[in-house]
């Protein structure tokens, strides 16, 4: 049991039901008043995950969806508030090879029919982003439905984004800003500041990611939460989707309490420096 002291209080961390030997030891080590209140992962490498095992591509999907399982499981036991999870990005329909995409949507619909209980039992509420209309109708549906079905638990709040693009969210928000004028006594009044923009992204209802985290050692945002990563922490770690796990999440967690995060300003002993001189 880890014992720290803040401010003359002592506290004890104990390990969430459900942690493995390895998750419980890593999270003994975290401070958990300090936990990112909303963590956004680009899961990435199914490819080369099945490439080294002369796999077609597919089969690093399907083994994708397993670490999906874990990683939504592991960050519900341990109370993070929300979990966002970088899907399919706009791009991916249009670069992708027909025969893929048509996989990874059967593959979605058929997450979604098989995890429903799985979200329930960890009290976890489904939602999307991106721009959903676009999907196949099959798709929409199993969506819809699994939305509904979790829709009354209470715990995290897993958002999906799907067919997402920053920059389509980014567009779509300026069109609804203008819109939601032009209802409201017309766009000559239009005042647009950082708060307007927020309450027209796909996003309004989540606070922004603390912490983004991206797998298989790429060194990019591939237009994921342009706006809203803007002072989050960026966590990547080689090991492939299809390998991460909760002591994966966990390793990422840690790694976030270590930073110091300034928000462009000073830290303690600068701002007392800064104070004296
Ligand atoms: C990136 O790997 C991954 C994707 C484009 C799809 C992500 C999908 C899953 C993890 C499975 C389905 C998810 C849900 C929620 C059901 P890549 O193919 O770009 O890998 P590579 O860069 O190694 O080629």
Known sequence: MLVSETEGITLQATVPAGLDRKEAEIYLRLDPARLPKHIAIIMDGNGRWARKRHLPRVAGHRAGVTSVRYVVECASRIGIPSLTLYAFSEENWKRR????VEFLMKLLARYLKQEVPTLHKNNVRLQYIGR???LPAFVQEKMEWARQETSRNTGMILTLAL???????????????????????????????????SRHLYTRHLADPDLVIRTSGEMRLSN???????YAEIYVTPTLWPEFRGVHLLEGIAEYQTRERRYGGLNEAQSAR???S
Do not use: M
């Not at 090879?97 to 893929?100: A, F, G, L």
């Not at 994921?224 to 803007?230: E, G, I, S």
């Open 274 to 276: 800064g104070l004296r």
């Open 97 to 100: 090879p027909k025969t893929e």
């Open 163 to 197: 067919n997402y693009s920053a920059r389509s969210e980014l567009v779509d928000a300026f069109h609804s800003v203008i819109r939601a004028a032009a209802n409201n006594g017309g766009i000559e009044h239009l005042q647009i500041d950082e708060e307007t923009i």
């Open 224 to 230: 994921f939460l342009l706006w809203q990563l803007a």
């Open 132 to 134: 959903l209309h676009e």
